[in-house]
Structure formats: structure tokens, C-alpha cells
């Protein structure tokens, strides 16, 4: 699963009762958890906003994927990752299939 929020990409992994994630095709590392899906939505759409935030105080400009493409099946190509679904997080923060 992989979710979207303003041009960025996010994964989400689940282990021994939490779920985790980190912003996808970018070199930085920013990644969030929590112990449910939907406060996992909110903690992706927060570190989106703190790595902003942390990037204006640095004087960088934050990194947004490049993405390579998108197959006919909404696979994103950029040799890391190809999941047969998009998800995006929206304003509601609910899961919906884009693909």
C-alpha cells in the first residue's frame, strides 16, 4: 500500500502491533508510526509538514519524488517500488484506491 499526499509518497509496514512508514523516492529519511491505520494517515500528512518546516529552517528546499512513471495498472517506476495500488490520503484522511 502506498499513500500520497501533495506529491509525496509514503509506505506502510505492519509489525507486532504497529504500523510505520517512510516517505518514498527521496534521499532524505523522514518516516512516522502508529499503533492504527488511520493514525498513521495523520502521522504521514505530519511529517510531511514538520520535514517542510524543517527544511525552511535550514534553508533547503524540500525533496519531492521524481517519478519515472506510472504503468497502466498505477504502478509507479522508479526501481524501488511498484505497487499494483495507489492510495491517497484525503482531507477526510480516509484510504481510497486512485489507481
Not at 527521496?26 to 498513521?40: F, M
Not at 497502466?72 to 486512485?98: A, F, H
Request: aromatic share 8%.
Amino acid at each position: 500500500m502506498i499513500l500520497r499526499h501533495k506529491g509525496n509518497y509514503g509506505s506502510v509496514n505492519q509489525g507486532q502491533g504497529i504500523f510505520w512508514g517512510k516517505l518514498l523516492l527521496i534521499e532524505d529519511s523522514v518516516t512516522y508510526e502508529a499503533t492504527d491505520v488511520e493514525s498513521l494517515k495523520r502521522e504521514f500528512i505530519l511529517a510531511i509538514e514538520d520535514y517542510q518546516r524543517f527544511c525552511v529552517e535550514i534553508d533547503k528546499k524540500p525533496e519531492l519524488p521524481e517519478i519515472v512513471g506510472v504503468t497502466r495498472n498505477g504502478c509507479i517506476m522508479e526501481g524501488i517500488i511498484c505497487q499494483p495500488k495507489e492510495y491517497t490520503v484525503d482531507s477526510e484522511l480516509k484510504l481510497e484506491n486512485v489507481s
